[in-house]
Every structure is written in C-alpha cells, then in structure tokens.
C-alpha cells in the first residue's frame, strides 16, 4: 500500500513538473493572404508579459508552459488566444475584422462621420453642379453650400467670381479660398469644368490652418475629380 502511496506521489509530481515546465514558443503571424504581419502583439494572457512580431511576422517568447494562453492581436484583425500545449512552434493566421460604418467625410488627416458634422464642412455632389445651366463650377456652388457666399463682381460674361465665408479676414492679405485640385494646392476653380468634378468639400473652420498653414485661414475647397472605373464603357452625351 505504500509502495502504491509513493508511486502515485511521483506520477502527480511528474504531470505537475510537465503542466508548469516553462519552454519557450515561437512562430510567424500572417494574414489570410499568407503575407506576414509585423507589429502583432502577443501576450500571455493575464500578465503584461508579451512581444511583437518583427518585420518578417516571426515572434518568439519564452518562460510559458504548457496551460499558458498567448493572445495575438493586431489593429483591424480579429484577436485570437491559442493554448500553447505541448506546441513548441505556433504559426497563426489572423483575419481581417470587417466593420461596417456610416458614410463619413474626409477632414484633413482623418475622418469623421457625416452625422456628426454641424457646419463645419459642406460637402457637394458633382451631379448638383451640373444641374444649373452654367459651365463653371464657382458659379454652379452658388446656393449649394450653406454659409458659403459666392458673389460675381462685375457683369460680364465669365467675369471674377469670390467666394467668401464670415466675409473678409484681412485687409492687406488676400482674401480669396484656397482650392486644392486632387491633391494639389493652388488650383482655379473657375476653369475646371464641373462634369469632371467626382465631389466638393468646403472647409470652413479654422481647423483647416493645421492642414494648410495660413492658406487655409479664410476657406479650403476640395476638388476630387473623376476617374476612371472598372467595367463597361459609359458614354455620357449632354
């Protein structure tokens, strides 16, 4: 009987040395695509004791056993938690974590749900340029946006346009909006034709000076213009 007593003792000291024998675990992170992953976090599951994953998605970590729960978790992937086990090297796939979201709106380096918006940004469609009988596009977003004056300063035909928000804010510098093409600074509004305009966005608060320094001061109007798109050809006739 203790000869049985003794062997028992030993098995449950043998199991528990195998369940808390610390080893180390490495491995590499990809995504469904199989292209590495680097900056992944992995981390024993309820300590702060973790690593990342290197440039070539590889990780590897060290002092875990064999109960030890390691969590992978990247921005825009779905975090997985895997058992280490008996494992000694562990690859992981992670997948994209898809999420729907409202239409938002591009303000400088971010985006910002569009119902979020007071009137900050006034955002308008190239179709609703083309629905007034005009060729240009300054005269077209006369009356579209809100809190945006758009006045002719003489009477001829293709005569200056200004466009004004909370009316003049110099007196010796200029006072006319910044238009950026594209991507491009400085572009004329008034010789861009309004069937090649995809959208218009108006920056009309001050936050526009973090993006666009002074220039921005008095307004800033996006101009992202059409592109071409995967499919059948489309001929348009106006």
Do not use: C, H, W
Not at 36 to 59: E, I, Q, R, W
Not at 107 to 121: F, P, Q, R
């Amino acid at each position: 009987m203790r000869k049985l007593t003794i062997l028992f003792v030993l098995l449950l000291i043998g199991a528990m040395q195998g369940v808390f024998a610390q080893k180390s675990v490495s491995g590499k992170v990809t995504d469904s695509s199989n292209s590495p992953l680097p900056g992944v976090s992995v981390v024993v599951k309820g300590t702060t004791s973790g690593t990342v994953s290197d440039a070539g998605g590889k990780y590897s970590i060290s002092n875990v056993s064999e109960k030890t729960i390691l969590q992978f978790s990247f921005v825009g992937m779905k975090p997985q938690e895997i058992e280490v086990g008996t494992q000694t090297s562990m690859n992981v796939t992670l997948t994209e974590d898809a999420i729907g979201i409202e239409e938002v709106v591009a303000v400088g380096y971010g985006t910002v749900k569009k119902s979020d918006l007071t009137g900050s940004v006034s955002s308008v469609k190239g179709g609703d340029l083309t629905k007034l009988p005009t060729q240009r596009a300054d005269q077209a977003l006369q009356g579209r946006a809100a809190g945006v004056q758009v006045q002719n300063t003489d009477g001829e035909p293709g005569g200056n346009v200004t466009i004004r928000i909370r009316g003049g804010n110099s007196i010796t510098g200029g006072n006319n909006a910044l238009v950026v093409i594209d991507g491009m600074q400085g572009g004329n509004i008034s010789t861009i034709n309004p069937n090649d305009i995809e959208s218009m966005e108006i920056l009309k608060d001050a936050s526009a000076t973090a993006i666009y320094g002074t220039r921005g001061a008095n307004v800033v109007i996006l101009i992202t213009t059409k592109k071409g798109k995967t499919g059948k050809p489309v001929i348009n006739y106006g």
